[in-house]
Structures are given as structure tokens and as C-alpha cells.
Nanobody, 114 residues
């Protein structure tokens, strides 16, 4: 229902920062929430952060205090500011958006070197 394109991934040294972006388009329905998930090799996809249209946020315990999710409604874009990155943050990061269904982007690779 919604087309999502992630960007901003890459290689960063431990302690560094990245900002991921996810642009949404093509929805004929209201987006009620957007979020970021990640999946590392051999692990299930897990919630990183989510934000609702009302402005409430939710973060995984592992990223609290380091990551910040924000949603620019005018641009239909959600961002994930990632600070103090560690190698444990290495994963493919996926954006999603909830309308009457949940849509997923294709993901962007984040690699954090020691």
C-alpha cells in the first residue's frame, strides 16, 4: 500500500553516527505509525524504534539514549538518528509504515567497525 525507500546506511566506526531516512509515497490511506526494524545475520527482525501519528515513540532497550526517531509529516519521511554506534548495531535496517496494512522497505545496510 505504501512504497518505502530507505537511505543513509553505510560503514561507520564504533562511536560514530549515522542518520537513516525513509521516504514514503503512494499511500491512499493515512499512515498511523512508522518505524525502524533491524535484522542481523542469524537473528530475527527486531524493533528498533517506532513513532505514531500522535507523536508517541517506542525504542528497543538496546538503543535508548543513543537513537532518536522522528517523523516529518510534511515530507512523509521518517528518520533514525543513530549515535554512539557499536558493532552490535550492525544489521540491515528496514523501515515500515502502518496504514490499513503494514508496508516494508527493502532495507539499508549499517555496518559498524570495531
Amino acid at each position: 500500500q505504501v512504497q518505502l525507500v530507505e537511505s543513509g546506511g553505510g560503514l561507520v566506526q564504533a562511536g560514530g553516527s549515522l542518520r537513516l531516512s525513509c521516504a514514503a509515497s503512494g499511500s491512499m490511506f493515512t499512515i498511523h505509525a512508522m518505524g525502524w526494524y533491524r535484522q542481523a545475520p542469524g537473528k530475527q527482525r527486531e524493533l528498533v524504534a517506532a513513532v505514531t501519528s500522535g507523536g508517541s515513540t517506542n525504542y528497543a532497550d538496546s538503543v535508548k539514549g543513543r537513537f532518536t526517531i522522528s517523523w516529518d509529516n510534511a515530507k512523509n519521511t521518517v528518520y533514525l538518528q543513530m549515535n554512539s554506534l557499536t558493532p552490535e548495531d550492525t544489521a540491515v535496517y528496514y523501515c515500515n509504515a502502518a496504514t490499513i496494512v503494514v508496508s516494508w522497505g527493502q532495507g539499508t545496510q549499517v555496518t559498524v567497525s570495531s
